[in-house]
């Protein structure tokens, strides 16, 4: 891990909004790109070394293949067939599980032993693919979960109360998907609960709350809708997710994890959950105590889940 050399698989708009993301904050300091279309691949390399005259530090960034995993600290994962409008991500679940056990197995015969993030949706069930087909431990492979989806709700909730949101610290928990939740009992605002700061508040109400989180559940589809596809966001979440592995920061971000007995819900499946991430990547799980309706909700999810990873034999 001492050099950082990330490897993206997948150049199209999730892939470069990550790689333009960590041009600009000198995350790496050396970038590859892979695209079965490897001519796209060298013109989005050519594009970004162009704007390095501009960029916080000096970085390589080229095209290559996959023998350029070896030496990988990071390969992130973002291949995989868009979504369609209407589209839920469970239903890209069978086109995508194919496409990622070829790339993953590519990426195994290059001797990499590294940390795998996956970004392909749906997430949860396509990093446990990953898992399996890896052979790693759970703790190098990585969704990006639901580390979006809780950028989104600290979003919505800063713009409510008219705080900053990088001061406010609440969960989406469960599937990156349809059946994720908010973590209600266990989000606060700065260090105060937000059930207290609902209280001392009249203009903001519970209900409120509840419109917040079909917001953000909903909110892929609405940017679908008006401009077919969502990338930036998930491009900056992944850079967190990047530099809090290679930078050692042991930072807790809800990630797609493997739930191996810590949480009361289905086990042997990768779902939301908050966890901190240093340089071996997982180090471990947070178990937070959720309330009955949280922990319904999370089984819930679970079994979804299951239910999905049974119907592709794994």
């Known amino acids: ?28 300091e050396d970038l590859v790109l892979i695209d079965l279309d490897h001519e796209k691949a060298v013109g989005e390399a050519m594009d970004l070394n162009h704007g390095l005259a501009f960029a916080p530090r000096k970085m390589t960034i080229r095209a290559g293949n996959y023998s350029e995993c070896t030496d990988a600290s990071i390969v992130v994962i973002t291949a995989g067939v868009n979504q369609k409008e209407g589209e839920t991500r ?11 056990k070829i790339v993953v197995n590519n990426i195994m015969k290059s001797g990499f032993d590294g940390i795998i993030v996956v970004a392909s949706n749906p997430v949860d069930v396509l990093a446990y693919v990953a898992w399996k087909e890896s052979g ?3 703790s190098r492979v990585i969704g990006s979960g639901t580390s979006l989806d809780t950028a989104r709700l600290r979003y919505e909730i800063s713009k409510m109360i008219n705080i900053d949101s990088r001061n406010i610290h609440a969960y989406i928990l469960g599937e990156h998907g349809d059946s994720e939740f908010v973590s209600w009992s266990n989000s606060h605002i ?12 009249d203009e903001i109400n519970f209900e409120d709350l509840d ?3 079909l917001k953000v ?7 679908i809708k008006r401009k077919k596809a969502t990338y930036y966001g998930i491009g900056m979440a992944l850079v967190r997710i990047t530099s809090a592995i290679l930078n050692n920061e042991n930072r807790i971000m809800p990630i797609s ?23 071996d990547g997982v180090h471990h ?19 979804i889940l299951k239910n999905s990873l049974k119907s592709i034999g794994y």
């Open 136 to 138: 790693l431990p759970t």
């Open 90 to 100: 469970i239903e890209l679940l069978n086109r995508n599980a194919k496409i990622m």
């Open 257 to 279: 994890v493997l739930n191996d007995g810590l949480y009361s819900c289905e086990s042997d499946v990768y779902i939301g959950l908050p966890a901190v991430l240093n340089r």
């Open 211 to 213: 419109k917040i989180y």
């Open 1 to 28: 891990m001492e050099k950082s050399k990330v490897v993206i698989v997948g150049t199209g708009f999730v892939g470069m909004s990550y790689a333009y993301a960590l041009v600009n904050q000198g995350a790496v």
């Open 190 to 201: 700065g260090a105060k609960p937000i059930v207290d700061v609902i209280n001392t508040m």
């Open 285 to 303: 799980p947070i178990k937070l105590s959720l309330s009955i309706d949280e922990e319904h909700k999370l089984k819930k999810s679970a079994i």
């Open 217 to 223: 559940r909903d909110a892929a589809q609405e940017i």
